[in-house]
């Protein structure tokens, strides 16, 4: 249990900060449902009550007691979330950080694939895969679950149901796994090739000291410092970077680099370079897409890319260290990285 496995590298589908919620439980009298998913690691103030009893950084139910409140029709408690972004699961961690008189004997987690906008009631009817059997838990702990694919096959999920046998508290829940986006909403219109949302992925960074490069290509905008890429403070001259392989192959129209809340921490100056490899890691083969930029603090830098060349993979390049908050590549999928979208949404149907 002390070794975190390689699955925990990959992005948490679940997380609010993607887009993710706790759209149902049956119960959540002493700590709400929406916990679960919260980016933060969760914190503990120990005799500190509410009117309900010790206020927790987690989704905690009553004790239940046969035919009392908030058991009704229900074996166990459990709690639905809606993947901020649908996808292939490959494991789920289950934190029960200061649950110790109050934590599941057990958990239990399935999974579905429910297309449209549905509401609880049409979920609670869905048709569930069971993902990680019912499995022991221990109090103030992270479990790590590995997920196989169901059957060999592998599915694209949009909910996921968190069972805790038969009641008790939970911290965090992390659903990590790989984004598979619906093609039709990149077909044929400017998208950002570099969103999280549409299938793009950090492959390599130099350093990710304070916050991690995956946040550059997150949803929405970056609220705190904490919310982007911030590297140490380098000694050597040599520069931070990262690598992202893009949502598929596709031409770039606009790139954004910002700097939001970067304000005695901004890069000097960037250079973005580009690769066009699909279906394969970006190697040396690196062209220049915006050449060497100043960069302010606090400020979102716009490029306007005429005639650029279709890229796969972006090497963005910081000198000589600071933060980023988001980058964005506005642009369109080529026929050929269209393909790939949809054979892949083929492959996860
Ligand atoms: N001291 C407690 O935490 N008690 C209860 N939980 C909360 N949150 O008050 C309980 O019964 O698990």
Known sequence: MSDTPSFTRLTDLAARDVGGAVVWANDEFFGEKEALIRPELPTFSPHTFGHKGQVVDGWETRRRRPGGPGVQGTEHDSAIIR??????VRGVTVDTAFFIGNYPPHA???AASVPGFPTPADLLAAEWTEIVPVSPLSGDCEHHFAVEAAGGAERRFTHVRLAMIPDGGIARFRVYGEPVPDPRFLAGVPVDLAALTNGAQIVAASNMFFSAPENLIKPGESRVMGEGWETARR???VGDWIEVRLAAQGVPAVIEIDTANYKGNAPDHIVLLGADRPGEPAGSDWFEVIGQSSMLP???HRFRLD???PVTHLRLEVRPDGGVA???VLGTLTDSGLAAVQARWQ???
């Open 347 to 349: 492959d996860n149907a």
């Open 83 to 88: 993947l901020g972004i649908p996808g292939v």
């Open 326 to 328: 988001r980058l964005r």
């Open 307 to 309: 005639d650029a060349r």
């Open 108 to 110: 239990r987690v399935e």
């Open 298 to 300: 606090d400020y979102r």
């Open 235 to 237: 000694r050597d001259g």
